[in-house]
């Protein structure tokens, strides 16, 4: 395995598919993965995959019970790259905003800010109102990504796999995980227009 693990957070916004897929990147790379996965989340799991909650914790080296607030990841002590949460709630976006550590992947989610380690925050909502506009600006004064899962057209994608795969792509850049998901942008060809 290569270094200090990942932890992977999935809260029960919809586009659970973006930890799904990133478990399984991960994986392939051969990088340590710590999973924590909310209740709602495995529910929509069996509504927007295929895949079983047993499937999901293969794929990552450790499960966590989102209610073990004692787990390694609880403690800054416990060494990690940083931390992905994809995708996130607006619940679990107001409890990292705000330090309200009910449940693991919160508690996790803070230790990752307060030890100065990268947490990126794949928010999923849409529309937004100023409520959760300024829930993010405070994530981020805090020292979150926010990286909403925004698709990009430059790659030409020609499946939704390709889409979610640009997205995944682009949080494993914040945490410095190489990988070739997606074509990366290399400028205009010369002579052509924009």
């Known amino acids: 395995m290569n270094g200090e693990p990942l932890v992977v957070g999935i809260t029960g916004a919809t586009g659970v598919v973006y930890g799904v897929e990133m478990l399984k990147v991960l994986k392939t790379l051969g990088v340590q993965t710590h999973l924590i996965m909310s209740d709602a989340s495995l529910r929509n799991l069996g509504i927007e995959t295929g895949y079983t909650r047993e499937e999901v914790y293969a794929m990552a080296d450790v499960v966590y019970d989102n209610n073990d607030v004692g787990a390694a990841v609880s403690s800054g002590s416990f060494a990690t790259r940083g931390m992905i949460v994809a995708p996130c709630t607006i619940k679990s976006l107001s409890a990292i905003a705000n330090s309200f550590n009910y449940n ?23 529309p937004l109102h100023k409520g959760h506009l300024d829930l993010m600006r405070h994530a981020a004064d805090l020292g979150a990504v926010i990286l909403p899962p925004v698709p990009a057209f430059y790659h030409e994608p020609k499946t939704i796999t390709d889409i979610v795969m640009q997205s995944v792509g682009k949080a494993l850049d914040q945490v410095g995980v190489a990988h070739d998901l997606f074509k990366r942008w290399s400028g205009h060809a010369p002579g052509s227009e924009e």
């Open 104 to 126: 693991l992947l919160v508690r996790a989610a803070d230790v990752t800010l307060k030890e100065g380690r990268k947490l990126v925050l794949m928010v999923r909502e849409t």
